[in-house]
Every structure is written in structure tokens, then in C-alpha cells.
């Protein structure tokens, strides 16, 4: 199983839709979280770190469950620009606190 | 945040031979990391990078295979020695900082093809 996983995609969706990804992560010990955004042929780029609390950025909300272990990103009136693979991170404890990479879910918005 | 650098950004190289990638950062940095990002993957870590230590490999990847220098604070190197067409990726340098918070930043990567 790996450490991280996400559903691929590709997610099409209409532009305005709102979409929902979700990643799960093995380790329990797992203690920071995060949303990269990666263009094509782009390096990634931070989109927001996710709290036990859940946090919101403008139109996109980020929530955690430890319990089960699993981290979401809502994009709520997607946008054209929004067309990219989103990466869930994770940081674990003992691990150096080396990042862990999902695969990545592709979004396409289209008009 | 932080500006990240890469030279170069492409390269086309013949089997066996050696290319070093150069990572430049604008401000003075503890913890860089060099990536890699195979066709269609995600990212994988190849190893830790900070100055004034050895290099720290991740499983599967060896020293003299991936050389790696960090002779300062803003700057470092990877090399990819006798490579094969199994070598062709995406080679990303990052580095992390902790203040405001901790936060990871990726350069924008040395695309590689081994012939």
C-alpha cells in the first residue's frame, strides 16, 4: 500500500462546478499536511497546508480527519485557471520530516 | 518565500556519460532536497542536502550514482553519473524554510533525456 494515495483522475468538470479530491495516508504518525498545485511541465507550488481544524483560502477548503486518516480539498465555482494535478503532502514524524508525495489527481475545467 | 534556480533547465545526454545539475537559491537555506519526477509520477525524494554534512540518500539511491555537493548555504549540486535512458525524469531541487512557516519550495527542475 503506499504511503500516500489519491485518486488519479482526470476529474472534468464544467466551469463553476465545485470539486472535491481526497487522499489517504498509511502512517498514523503522519503529523503535517499539505495541498500542492503543479502546472504542466511546472514544479509544484504550495497551495495550502491543512489543519486538524480544517481551513479555508477564497474558494478552496482544506480538511483533515486523523481518525481515519484521510485529507480533502474542496474547490468550490471552479475556475478554467484551476486546471492542474493537485498533490497531497504529508510529513511524518521520524522521518526526517521528509515530505511524502501522493501521485497527484488531474483536474481539467472546462468551459 | 523563496527563489530557486536550475541549471540547466534541459538536456539531452548520451548513455554513460554524466550531467551535474546546479541549484541556486537567493537566500541562505539549512535543508535542500533534490527530487525526481519520472514521466506520469509524482515526486520521489533522492536525498537530504544540507551543508556541513554528508548527504543523506534515500532507499534505492546510492552516493556514486548521485553525487551530491553543498558547499554553502545557497547553493548546491547533483550529478547523475553513467547514465541510461532509465535515468530520463524531471530532476526538481527544494528547499524548506521554517519562518513564516514551514514551508517547501521546488525549483523548476532539469528535464533530462538519456538516449
Known amino acids: 500500500r503506499k504511503e500516500v494515495e489519491q485518486d488519479p483522475g482526470p476529474f472534468n468538470v464544467p466551469e463553476g462546478a465545485t470539486v472535491a479530491f481526497n487522499c489517504t495516508y498509511s502512517?498514523?504518525?503522519?503529523?503535517?499536511f499539505f495541498w500542492y498545485r503543479q502546472d504542466c511541465r511546472k514544479e509544484p507550488k504550495l497551495l495550502m497546508s491543512v489543519y486538524s481544524s480544517g481551513n479555508e483560502d477564497g474558494r478552496f477548503t482544506a480538511q483533515l480527519n486523523r481518525a481515519s486518516q484521510y485529507i480533502s480539498l474542496l474547490i468550490r465555482d471552479s475556475k478554467l485557471s484551476d486546471s492542474a494535478t493537485y498533490l497531497c503532502?504529508?510529513?511524518?514524524?521520524?522521518?526526517?520530516?521528509?515530505?511524502?508525495f501522493g501521485t497527484g489527481t488531474q483536474l481539467k475545467v472546462e468551459l | 518565500s523563496a527563489v530557486i534556480s536550475q541549471k540547466p533547465s534541459r538536456d539531452i545526454c548520451q548513455r554513460g556519460t554524466s550531467l551535474t545539475i546546479q541549484c541556486q537559491v537567493d537566500s541562505q537555506v539549512t535543508m535542500m532536497f533534490w527530487y525526481r519526477q519520472q514521466p506520469g509520477q509524482s515526486l520521489t525524494l533522492i536525498a537530504t542536502?544540507?551543508?556541513?554534512?554528508?548527504?543523506?540518500?534515500e532507499s534505492g539511491f546510492v552516493i556514486d550514482k548521485f553525487p551530491i555537493s553543498r558547499p554553502n548555504l545557497t547553493f548546491s549540486t547533483l550529478t547523475v553519473s553513467n547514465m541510461s535512458p532509465e535515468d530520463s525524469s524531471i530532476y526538481l531541487c527544494?528547499?524548506?524554510?521554517?519562518?513564516?512557516?514551514?514551508?517547501?519550495?521546488f525549483g523548476p527542475g532539469t528535464r533530462l533525456t538519456v538516449l
Open positions: 502512517n498514523s504518525a503522519s503529523q503535517s
Open positions: 503532502v504529508v510529513i511524518t514524524t521520524g522521518g526526517g520530516n521528509k515530505l511524502t
Open positions: 542536502a544540507n551543508q556541513g554534512s554528508e548527504a543523506t540518500y
Open positions: 527544494s528547499v524548506r524554510l521554517a519562518r513564516p512557516t514551514d514551508t517547501q519550495y
